[in-house]
């Protein structure tokens, strides 16, 4: 596979390698915290495999919540290769990966490894014109994107609560790829800790402080209208995936006072609730008002503008992750069956949301994300033959 000149270079793997195997020689090493008389660390729980294959793909609803770890690939496929192969091997790769039983793990346990796979717009398109995923992204303001890093052919979101299988489990399937994928951008990223909502929802909070992801589709009817795609049966238990890699002035937004943060998301900033009251979970109320007149929701917060039935468009579910290069920011990844979803809700963003004042984007990408595969049906298939 061709890698950009900004990506790693073999050096930089031979250092994160080297760093896993001095982490491999010190684990069984007798340190000060553990000498006679001294407590034990605690034992970290492992975490519960999920299974590759099944009606959707794993690392999109499941494992509930979703692991701390992601790196996303973006790459392009060579002119001269077909689809279908290329993504039936993947398939087969991820198997094997998750399971543990591939030796390209280096001995690493997978835990809750996942790995999700989605082809591009112009893939898509040579599919069918008319399917869900085969239309580009339009472009919005605050984007500054160099050519590489919007679009792509395909997508591998690795995700697990071990951030050490994320280059060893890309390094493997890049590798099964070899030239017939030219890699565009990638990105690593983590999230916050989860905070339970109650009714067995949780958020965790983004870099700037907020918790994020609260509305979405969470329960299961909530899923099969607004997340899953019903047909044509080609992609039907997929879904529609956007990335969107975003600098973040975080020096300025610091220096707001914690009442002026939470009147650009409408929320507050230590439980999440909205600024017109009720409970976390529970939607604001965007006609309250203060004795005085004025809305306790600001016009411009995001809460606002971002809300489903302002924009009169369906749920999606958001995860925000942190990132730390190439710049402090974050990964914005949502998932839809419908993608006026999210191009709706930006452009309504993008007139007067306070908090993309504060926001760059420097990638995007939108992908049909494949539906669900087994030993039986390969990844890709039928859509691709």
Partial sequence: ?????????????????????????????????????????????????????????????????????????????????????????????????TAGTDPRLLGLPPGDLTVTVGVGPRLVRTAGASLPGAA?????????????????????????????????????????????????????????????????????????????????PHTTAEQQRDLWLAGPPAVAGGTLAVLRRMELDLPRFSALSVAQQEAVFGRRRASGVPLSGGTVASGPDLGAKTPDGRYLVPADAHVRRANPAVVGAGLMLRRSYSTDEPAPGLLFVSFQ???????????????????????????SATFLILPGFDRQHPLGAPLFV
């Fill in 1 to 97: 596979m061709h890698r950009a000149d900004h990506h790693p270079s073999r050096r930089a793997f031979l250092d994160v390698t080297g760093a896993m195997v001095a982490a491999g020689l010190t684990a069984g090493c007798t340190s000060d915290s553990t000498r006679p008389g001294r407590p034990a660390p605690a034992a970290t729980a492992t975490p519960t495999p999920v299974a590759a294959t099944g009606r959707h793909q794993a690392g999109i609803t499941l494992p509930q919540p979703a692991q701390p770890h992601l790196l996303a690939v973006v790459a392009d496929l060579d002119a001269t290769v077909h689809a279908g192969p290329l993504l039936a091997e993947l398939g087969r790769a991820i198997r094997t990966l």
């Fill in 136 to 216: 580009d992204l339009p472009r919005f303001s605050r984007e500054r994107i160099a050519p590489r890093a919007r679009g792509g052919d395909l997508l591998i979101q690795i995700c697990a609560s071990d951030a050490l299988l994320l280059p060893v489990v890309g390094a493997a399937l890049l590798a099964q790829a070899g030239d017939r994928l030219h890699e565009r951008w990638r990105q690593s990223a983590r999230r916050g800790t989860d905070v339970p909502l109650g009714n067995g929802l949780t958020a965790s909070r983004n870099p700037l402080g907020f918790l994020d992801g609260i509305v979405g």
């Fill in 337 to 363: 069956n419908d993608l006026r979803a999210f191009t709706a809700t930006l452009t309504h963003m993008d007139t007067s949301d306070a908090m993309l004042q504060f926001t760059t984007t420097t990638a």
